[in-house]
């Protein structure tokens, strides 16, 4: 294992070039291939727009890798994912057998919702002694609560992040349990969660920041005005129930009482 390359999997931030870490830059500009991920075969990679705002990709050998933008359940894998994942799998192991160091710039942070982790798994698989060396970066959750301006978790505050569209079912249950909620990819469910958001007295606690950290970035507190629009993949919803700066009314939103709690819920 010792005459192998080395693999790097680099959180690139969520889009802005600058809020690449030091560390993640330097081992960029010094591996010599760069492995990018794409959600369309004939489209661009983001994580490669991000890395060339700061690192020359002249000289480099730059593989791009499909993934297709799928709902994902780790036991129910579409065969086209099956496929994409093999062979990136093995152009990967190819290059490092050959004593070269390959890295995967992920956008965001490489634990949060990356696309690595399942070709991960396939990696291990393969070679269950496989070292790679994981780089954090700054998530979207992070760049959204700071373009918003509000902290995520303050004192005792609890925090719950999921996916919106993966959990039609508890995503009420969530809301009213946590102290602060951030919904991920949002977009394809957006009407019937502002629907729920009413519901539960909850709209004016909740802000959506849609590319964050991008050039297009763009805060959006009125979230009504959302209804019957399309939004960016890279949308986040925070849900905050306790408003910053005001005096608090004494009513505990989404959390009231058993009773209250047991009618949300039916």
Known sequence: ????????????GPGDPELMTIKAVNILKRVPILCFPK????GSSVAMSIVSGLVSLEGKEIVEVYFPMKKIYKDR???DLE?????TVKTILDKISKGMDIAFPTIGDPVLYSTFFYLYDTLLSIEPAIKVNLIPGVSAI???ASAARIPLCLGAERMAVIPAAYEEERLRDTLIKFDTIVLMKVNKVLDSVLLLLDELDLTDHTIVVEMAGMKNERVIKEIRSLTGQRLHYFSTMIV???KMGKKASGKKIGITSHSRISQLTR
């Open 1 to 12: 294992m010792s005459n192998k390359g080395k693999i790097y999997v680099i959180g690139v």
């Open 39 to 42: 959600g369309k075969e004939e």
């Open 77 to 79: 894998v579409a065969s």
């Open 83 to 87: 496929t994409s994942w093999e062979d």
């Open 142 to 144: 992070s760049a959204s």
């Open 240 to 242: 905050k129930k306790k």
